[in-house]
């Protein structure tokens, strides 16, 4: 893996290694068991979609959209103060590729769906984020791993089953590079727009083979995707990270 002292334009211009979080963190939690699914997608149709003064971030001209499931465990306010029961849930998320005009390379969320109402309610009215609630499930037996999602509150009818299996760990190309390593996100919230960063330790990745997918999240999130186009599949059993405080941009 690359080091932080690499030249970050080999990667898009994403730094392969998070920079530090300043200031005081946030929260913290674990993500587990992460699946990352990509397609590409016209630039011109996502920029409608970014928060004022940022923009698609792009990789030899093209930008991506994903499909994110995986666990969440551990999460809390602070650092190291993990609650029992909310903290930990199934969760799935849509998202775009951002930079802004200080070149925080980020993320956008189209939707993200939670197993835990409490969770959705809090994440979606008190950091306005596009969080739904929903009938999730994962199990695994070896390397074969199953997923299913049905929103249920506010937004009914988007739904997720998926069947993979992970392979081998792989060292990322360069463009797999630019898409895992995303050191916060850009949102939208009273009249700003806001840049919240986040560090953790560089993706330990593996291969994965989709065995089968049927959802229709990346369309109710404004895209039409094409299987052959899908970019390879990665798995990844997880990383700690943090994050700071958000600051209006």
């Not at 797999?176 to 916060?184: D, K, M, N, S, Y």
Request: one cysteine or more; aromatic letters at 12%; hydrophobic letters at 40%.
């Amino acid at each position: 893996m690359s080091t932080a002292t690499d030249d970050a334009s080999r990667f898009g211009g994403v730094s392969p290694v998070a920079p530090p979080v300043p200031g005081p963190f946030m929260f913290d939690q674990q993500w587990e068991s992460v699946f990352f699914l990509h397609w590409p997608v016209d630039p011109s149709d996502v920029a409608p979609l970014m928060p004022p003064g940022v923009r698609p971030d792009e990789f030899d001209g093209a930008t991506y959209v994903a499909l994110v499931p995986f666990r969440m465990s551990g999460a809390g306010l602070g650092r190291g103060h993990p609650m029992p029961w909310w903290g930990t849930f199934v969760e799935c998320n849509v998202r775009l590729y951002s930079v802004d005009d200080e070149g925080n390379h980020g993320v956008v969320f189209r939707s993200l769906e939670a197993s835990r109402l409490v969770t959705a309610l809090a994440a979606r009215w008190g950091y306005r984020l596009p969080y739904t609630w929903a009938s999730m499930s994962v199990r695994q037996r070896g390397d074969h791993w199953w997923w299913r999602s049905e929103r249920r509150h506010p937004r009914g009818g988007g739904s997720m089953t998926l069947e993979a299996r992970v392979g081998e760990p792989v060292e990322p190309t360069e463009l797999e590079v630019f898409l895992t390593a995303r050191w916060g996100l850009h949102s939208h919230a009273a009249g700003r727009t806001w840049w919240t960063p986040n560090q953790h330790a560089p993706w330990p990745l593996h291969a994965a083979e989709v065995l089968h997918l049927d959802e229709n999240l990346v369309h109710r999130a404004g895209f039409k995707t094409q299987a052959e186009l899908m970019l390879r599949p990665l798995f990844s059993p997880g990383v700690y990270t943090t994050f700071g405080l958000p600051r209006a941009l």
